[in-house]
Structure formats: C-alpha cells, structure tokens
C-alpha cells in the first residue's frame, strides 16, 4: 500500500505546487493593475494572497475550486438540496442519463455494424470507410444540426444528446469488435466446420466469447467518447442544464471558478464509469480464463 | 474396395496456386483405409500428409482425383459428422471447463442433457481424466490437455479419427505414456484411426499401415503393412521385427528425399 501511496502522493503534491504557481504568475498582472489604480504598494506576500482569492481569476488556485465544488455538492445535500438545479449533482445526473444512454445505443450500434462487417462480404468492403469518415467531421459542426433536425420532428431532451454521444462512441467499439469477432484462428474455426456448426454456433461460442478482450478495451475508450459527446451536445441546446450547460455559462459570464468546478466534476464522472467498466472487465476476464 | 472400405482415395491431386506458381501438395495418391485400421502417415514437411488428412475431413478440396469417406464425398461425410478431428494444439476453450469444452461438439450436435452428461463422463474415463470435469484448461498440463481434446474428438458418435500430429509439441516422456494410452483407446473403441505423425517409432508402434510419403509433389512412397501385433507393450519397441519396420520406413523416406537430403 505505502509503495503505491508514495509515489502518487508526490505526483499529485508536485501538481498542486505547479497549479499554485502558474495562479500566482497568471492572475498577478491584474492583482498589480487593481493596486495601481488604487494608489498602493503591494508586496510580494500581499501579491500572492491576491492572486489565489480573487472572484473571477484567469486560473483559480485547486483551494477555490475545492471551495465551490464543496458548495455546489456537499453543503447542498447537508442542506437537503442536493438535487436542486444549482447543484452539480444535478448536472452530473442530467450529464450522466444522456452519456449512459448515448453509450449503450453506440455500443448496440457498434457491435451490429461489427457484425456486419465481419459476416458480409459488401458490408466489409465498404462500411469501414463510412465509419472512419465519420469521425473526421468535427463533431462541434455536427452537433447544432443534429439538435436542430430532431427538434423539427418534435425529439427534444434527453435523445438528441445521447445521438451525439451514440456517434462519438459507437466507432470504438466497431473498430475493436471487427478485430475481437476475427481473432479465433484458423484452427479453432476448422474445427467449428468439422462438427457441421452453423454460423450462429460459431458466432455465439466461439467468436463472441473470444472478443471480449476487445471489447472491454473498447467500451473504455467508447464511454469517455459518450462523455464528451454528451457534454458537446449540451452546448447547443441554450446551456439549459448539465455539465456542459455549467461550462457554457460559466464562459458567458467570465466566471472562472464555476468552469474549472464543472471540468473536475467531468473529469471525476469519467474516471468513475471508466472504472466501472474496468471493474465489469476484471471479473469477466478473469471467471472466463482470458485475464 | 469393400463394405468395410473407411476412406478410398483414387489418383487424388491436389494443387495450390501460390504467388510463388502452383505448389503439388498431393499428386496421384490412392489409398484404400479399412475398417478398425489404424494408419499412420509419415514424412517430412510438405509432404502433404496433413494436406491428405484435410481433404478426408473437408477442410481442403481436391483439385483431381475420387475420394470416399465411409462412401460418401468428403462434404457429406462431415455434415453427417462422420470423424472426429483431433489438431496439433489442444484448442481448449479458456471460458470453458474440461466438461465444457467436451460438450461443445455435442451442444453444437443437438445431443439431449442428460446424453451430453453421460459421454462426457465416459469419454473422461477414457482418457483418464475422471475428476477432472470441472477445471479449467489453464489447470491441465499440456500431455492432459491434449487428452481432454482427444476426448472432445471421441465424445460423438464418429467411427473414424483423425488426428494430425496431435503429440508433436509434447516431450518425449509424455508423448510415450500417450502412444501407449491411444493403442489402448483404439483396441476398446475399434475406430479407425488416421495419424500424422513425423516421428518413425511413433509411427511403427501405433500402426497397422504405415503411409511413408515423399514431397515435392506430395505422393506415396511406401505403403508398410505392420505384421505387429495388436497388442503391443511399449519395450516391443526393441524387437528385431519392430527395428525391421523402423528400417524400412527410414528406407523409404530417404528414397523420397534422394536429391535434396
């Protein structure tokens, strides 16, 4: 355990050290410039102090952003309003549904394309380019238009975002499971036609099971795309509500500690479902002999 | 050929066309194999030993040439699952158990549940591998996983099997506890066996034929009926008679091998 401690403890000390410095080097121009006008002298201690309690600092010392995290969280659930709309519980949850839902309809639709490809001769000779081409388009152009149709045919909320997270995701998971569903060998496939099996009992015994590493490694990488993608499609949509509608609004009104709140709050979000899956990967892995 | 004819192969050929041209891998090779023979096919590499073995098992298609098997096509005889096929890695499913894995054939032939539990039981005694149903492949060492592939190979009702260099990554040690076990195997079962081998005493102490074949192209040098009997003690190794067939067989494949030994 202490062997693990120490040297994540230094790497994140080392962080804290850099990010306190670059606030003092980034914010005291400003802290110089409000003393100047003011008429008074400011010392180096007095400059430093400035630098990291200013309201809407270029970057905010880890101790104010810790600060507005702990009021959007923690003390509104003490105050039993945890879920209320000024709460970033909320915005994670409003963040969280559309990544979730983006993630499993990517997912869906990644391993049907995967299964496409790899038991059709036409779909294999021409899906893939479609694929890779789809992702070249800057998902930030995409993104209003697909908000914009589906609202014209009454879909609104939830679905539109999860669309865009769905077309983020879907492409590791294509990718990954083409190349899992191929990986039995030429033997283990012989000898699935020496028993006469069908073709959905060599897809279901043997092809599926043997891309699971795959597809784990996949879903990772997939659900931190649904996480960008559901935030993208927040941007769009007015800044209504979740995580991208806090960084939105945030960047509107210059408020700098709000932003930073709700890129921990992504970044925190992200790592948890990525663990989560990790976790799921473990214990499969493992219980099916492939760990 | 007669009512007990397993495989008859007539002027078989076969030809790939490679980038490099086209590569002979079986040329004019006819073969009859009876029933309850067990055949052994020696030779070096690019014989087309395994190549031959393949075209009994529908894997390959030959380019000339009639074969049977039990006197139907090759195809037919796979889709009636007419053999078992035992290949040169073990292929044991990781997520599966031993059981498992010895199921697999007969989930995939539509066995009922209670038939799958009692062949799997027995196949496992067979191979003597009884108490070992519920582990994993990763448990077994590789001579026991071989076993519990042979056994997988047994497990349906398949008269003939073949079995292409199923002891060639295993140690000499093993290998000959393994030899010993097959013999006892095929005299209890009285299947016919075809048998890739490139070992000569593994040949001469498994076999009623022995096939002795030369490469470029792929054909048959030699045909040795063993005059061994069938039943046959590991140190019958050391008898004149079995030297003799040794001798004939090392004879016959330098003969096939003259220019470029």
Request: proline content about 5%.
């Amino acid at each position: 355990m202490m062997r693990n401690l120490v040297p994540i403890l230094t790497v994140v000390a080392t962080l804290f050290v850099l990010w306190y410095g670059a606030a003092i080097a980034l914010n005291a121009p400003w802290a110089r410039d409000q003393a100047a006008r003011a008429g008074q002298e400011l010392g180096f201690g007095a400059l430093v102090v400035q630098t990291w309690t200013q309201d809407k600092p270029k970057l905010p010392a880890p101790h104010q952003v810790a600060a507005e995290i702990w009021k959007t969280t923690g003390k509104m659930v003490l105050a039993g309003r945890g879920f209320s709309k000024r709460s970033l519980f909320y915005h994670s949850w409003i963040t969280f549904s559309a990544t979730a839902l983006g993630f499993l309809l990517g997912t869906a639709l990644g391993v049907a394309l995967a299964i496409g490809i790899v038991y059709n001769r036409t779909m294999d000779m021409s899906v893939m380019p479609w694929v890779i081409a789809s992702q070249t388009i800057p998902i930030l152009a995409i993104a209003p238009m697909i908000i914009v149709v589906l609202n014209a045919v009454g879909i609104s909320g939830l679905l539109p975002k999860a669309m865009i997270s769905m077309y983020l995701s879907f492409f590791p998971v294509v990718v990954g499971m083409v190349k899992g569903l191929r990986s039995p060998g030429a033997m283990q496939l012989d000898q699935m036609r020496t028993w006469n099996a069908s073709a959905s009992q060599t897809f279901w015994r043997l092809r599926l099971p043997s891309s699971m590493p795959y597809l784990f490694t996949s879903l990772k990488v997939g659900m931190a795309a649904s996480l960008v993608g559901a935030i993208v499609g927040e941007l769009p949509t007015g800044a209504v509500a979740g995580l991208g509608a806090r960084l939105l609004a945030g960047s509107y009104y210059g408020q700098t500690i709000q932003i930073w709140s709700a890129l921990i709050m992504a970044a925190t979000l992200a790592a948890a479902l990525v663990g989560i899956i990790g976790l799921i990967q473990r214990v499969t892995l493992k219980r099916m002999g492939m760990a | 050929m007669t009512k007990d004819t397993v495989i008859s192969a007539t002027d078989l050929s076969l030809t790939f066309q490679t980038n490099d041209g086209p590569v002979h891998a079986l040329k004019d090779v006819s073969l009859n194999v009876e029933q309850g023979d067990f055949v052994s096919f020696i030779g070096p590499s690019g014989c087309g030993k395994t190549t031959f073995l393949r075209v009994m098992a529908d894997l390959e298609h030959p380019t000339a040439g009639q074969i049977t098997v039990n006197g139907v096509s090759p195809e037919d005889a796979r889709k009636a699952r007419a053999y078992g096929y035992v290949f040169q890695a073990a292929g044991l499913y990781p997520w599966r158990t031993i059981g498992g894995n010895i199921r697999l054939p007969l989930e995939i032939m539509g066995y009922a549940k209670s038939d799958q539990d009692a062949r799997v039981k027995a196949v496992l005694e067979l191979v003597e591998l009884s108490g070992f149903e519920k582990k994993f492949p990763w448990q077994l060492s590789g001579g026991m996983q071989q076993r519990a592939s042979i056994a997988r190979a047994l497990a349906f009702d398949a008269d003939l099997l073949l079995m292409d260099e199923p002891f060639g990554a295993l140690d000499e040690i093993v290998r000959d506890h393994l030899n010993e076990q097959l013999l006892d195997l095929w005299k209890r079962t009285q299947k016919t066996i075809c048998f890739v081998t490139h070992s000569i005493p593994e040949a001469v102490y498994l076999s009623t034929k022995i096939v002795v074949m030369s490469p470029r192209p792929g054909r048959i040098a030699d045909i040795i009926d063993s005059p061994l009997p069938r039943d046959r003690p590991l140190d019958i190794r050391d008898t004149p008679e079995f030297l003799e067939i040794a001798h004939r067989v090392r004879e016959g494949l330098r003969a096939g091998h003259g220019d470029d030994a």
